[in-house]
């Protein structure tokens, strides 16, 4: 099962400030160790809510800090169960600040039926060719990037 496990904001991520260089490291050790599991397929850490816009018009920050996600990983696991556990071996996200880390899974292809299979094959074939041409097109531009 594919799980989001989304990290929630905190004033301190909201204020923009990078975190520390420790928390960094033990974020990226825990990341080996989930990529080492299996476990990791994406994740990230997303700029404050003063950065980004809601809908068309709405410029951040937004209010509601608990409400804003500050950052997330994808997990593919056995159950909710085993992700709970990576949860808990998690360096904590926002140290000395009340933050929650919500699990939520994916609809996969299963929970709709047998009659849905062929058409969410040929979307995931499509995703998937999309996937592979827009990185084979972001290598290109880094190596041009590079060359200037």
């Known amino acids: 099962m594919r799980v989001m496990v989304i990290v929630k904001a905190s004033k301190t991520s909201e204020t ?64 909710l169960d085993e992700a709970v556990e990576w949860v808990r071996r998690s360096p904590d996200p926002m140290p000395g600040e009340e933050s929650e880390i919500e699990i939520r899974p994916f609809y996969e292809p299963e929970d709709f039926g047998a009659e849905y299979a062929p058409d969410f094959k040929a979307y995931e074939e499509r995703l998937e060719k999309g996937r592979a041409e827009l990185k084979a097109f972001r290598a290109e531009a880094e190596k041009l990037n590079a060359k200037k």
């Open 16 to 79: 923009g400030k990078l975190p520390p260089k420790e928390l960094l490291a033990e974020m990226g050790k825990f990341n080996e160790e989930l990529i080492k599991a299996g476990i990791l397929l994406d994740g990230d850490g997303l700029k404050p809510s003063s950065k980004g816009k809601r809908g068309t018009v709405i410029d951040g920050p937004f209010t509601e800090t608990k409400e804003l996600v500050a950052g997330y990983w994808i997990w593919q696991v056995k159950s």
